[in-house]
């Protein structure tokens, strides 16, 4: 069975201060992706970013990176020096390779960045 | 910057009443989902199409819900008759393909069944 775990339900922190997101999955696989989305206030879902299991090189992109470990079932995301503007749920997601693209979500993650 | 539409963004309706949503994937993609977000349930997916042909539509209600693709540039999602139940925010998603399968989701329409 696959299954997304985002155990923090919510995070409150500081304007400036660093904040990782944990994101756990369970996966009999030896292939699939694992992908971030962010849900604004505004409601929509955003792409962050798109993982494949083959490849566990970190990414950052900005404020923004992403820690992929096998070994521990893990695809953290950390925000470095937080803005309001990173105000938002967070979803993990995980999707099995071959052609049924269904993605499998965390029950996400909300956090807010206070001035 | 292609994106994935959705209308309408918000919609209230009375408990029996037929209640269409529509999708304009990004042109290109011939994956489509629809997804259900509700507090309880958390993200679901409720049916799925390529090349406008449904693939899966075990997630949604048969009774009462339908999916389509008139064209590639049109899904439908549509309940009949509608329940307060229902009442979540209904998102659509697009991808190019099996291979190249990132999702990108249109802006939601939120459903409210009084």
């Known amino acids: 069975a696959q299954k997304v775990t985002q155990a923090q339900t919510e995070i409150s922190v500081v304007e400036k201060e660093d904040v990782t997101l944990d994101c756990v999955y369970e996966?009999?696989?030896?292939?699939?992706?694992l992908f971030w989305y962010k849900q604004p206030p505004s409601g929509e879902l955003v792409f962050l970013i798109r993982?494949?299991?083959?490849?566990?090189q970190n990414e950052i992109s900005g404020r923004y990176s992403w820690n992929f470990q096998k070994s521990t079932s893990s695809f953290n995301f950390t925000i470095t020096a937080s803005q309001v503007v990173d105000s938002a749920v967070y979803f993990c997601?995980?999707?099995?390779?071959?052609?049924?693209?269904?993605?499998?979500f965390g029950a996400g993650t909300r956090l807010a960045v206070h001035p | 910057d292609a994106r994935v539409t959705q209308t309408p963004r918000d919609k209230v309706t009375e408990m029996g009443q037929e209640v269409t949503m529509r999708c304009q994937p990004i042109?290109?993609?011939?994956?489509v989902f629809w997804y259900r977000q509700t507090m309880m349930q958390g993200l679901e997916l409720l049916a799925y199409?390529?090349?406008?042909?449904?693939?899966?539509d075990s997630g949604m209600p048969k009774d009462r819900f339908s999916a389509e693709m008139p064209d590639a540039t049109l899904a439908t999602l549509k309940i009949q008759p509608s329940e307060p139940r229902d009442s979540a925010v209904y998102f659509c998603?697009?991808?190019?393909?099996?291979?190249?399968?990132?999702?990108?989701f249109g802006p939601g329409t939120r459903l409210t069944v009084l």
């Open positions: 998603a697009s991808a190019t393909g099996p291979l190249t399968d990132t999702q990108y």
């Open positions: 996966t009999r696989d030896t292939t699939y992706y």
């Open positions: 993982r494949n299991s083959f490849d566990e």
């Open positions: 997601a995980l999707r099995r390779h071959g052609g049924y693209n269904k993605l499998i």
């Open positions: 199409f390529r090349n406008r042909a449904p693939l899966d």
């Open positions: 042109l290109g993609h011939n994956t």
